[in-house]
């Protein structure tokens, strides 16, 4: 299975901060990498497609970019309901799809 | 309203069966691949089995395959998740979530999961 880490486990940062996350890939997996945000007892959010695409209705301020194997999400100006865990996901083996362990983004 | 919408889940005991389903509104369900995902208490997202728009082709995660049956009837837009065998470790939050119609692949529609919890 490809193996997918995410950068950092934690993050605490300010509102209006810029914040930046990583996702790397054990193999080379093109441009088949989604974000996703989970706010607690809630179910995953799209935010991501494609690498770099942004999911209709996703606000601006996220931009992601990357390929091959390494990846990254940009929030440019942190707002108070940014704060939550964001995974990363390759779908590039669709039938075997994995997840990264997740970024808790926290407030300082 | 576009939604997915589980069910099916509880307490059971180790060695035991359930089955969870996943109803689904507001699109042609039939038009979309779909798949389960699972959440163990304070950790992360784990795919759980995948099952294509006509029900023929599945695949599953190597810690549930042979004990794990997906399967949907697209009749009753109702995918479901049968699950033999439980083990502590199968306690988790399910989630069914749908596949983008793009070649992406990612999941762009989720339930809002039901708990299972394997205990004795």
């Known amino acids: 299975d490809i193996q997918m880490t995410q950068t950092p486990s934690s993050l605490s940062a300010s509102l209006g901060d810029r914040v930046i996350m990583t996702c790397r890939a054990s193999?080379?997996?093109?441009?088949?990498l989604s974000w996703y945000q989970q706010k607690a007892g809630k179910a995953p959010k799209l935010l991501i497609y494609g690498a770099s695409s942004l999911q209709s209705g996703v606000p601006s301020r996220f931009s992601a970019s990357g390929s091959g194997t390494d990846f990254s999400l940009t929030i440019s100006s942190l707002q108070p309901e940014d704060f939550a865990t964001y995974f990363c996901q390759q779908t590039y083996s669709t039938s075997r799809t994995t997840f990264g362990q997740g970024t808790k983004l926290e407030i300082k | 309203q576009v939604q997915l919408v589980e069910s099916g889940g509880g307490v059971v005991q180790p060695g035991g069966s359930l089955r969870l389903s996943c109803a689904a509104s507001g699109f042609t369900f039939s038009n979309y691949v779909l798949n389960w995902v699972r959440q163990a208490p304070g950790k992360g997202l784990e795919w759980v089995a995948l099952?294509?728009?006509?029900?023929?082709?599945?695949y599953y995660g190597d810690s549930v395959m042979g004990r794990f049956t997906i399967s949907r009837d697209n009749s009753k837009n109702t995918m479901y998740l049968q699950m033999n065998s439980l083990r502590a470790e199968d306690t988790a939050v399910y989630y069914c979530?749908?596949?983008?119609?793009?070649?992406?692949?990612?999941?762009?529609?989720w339930g809002q999961g039901t708990m299972v919890i394997v205990s004795s």
């Open positions: 099952i294509s728009y006509d029900g023929r082709n599945n």
């Open positions: 979530a749908r596949e983008t119609g793009s070649e992406m692949g990612s999941f762009d529609l």
């Open positions: 193999q080379s997996i093109g441009t088949y």
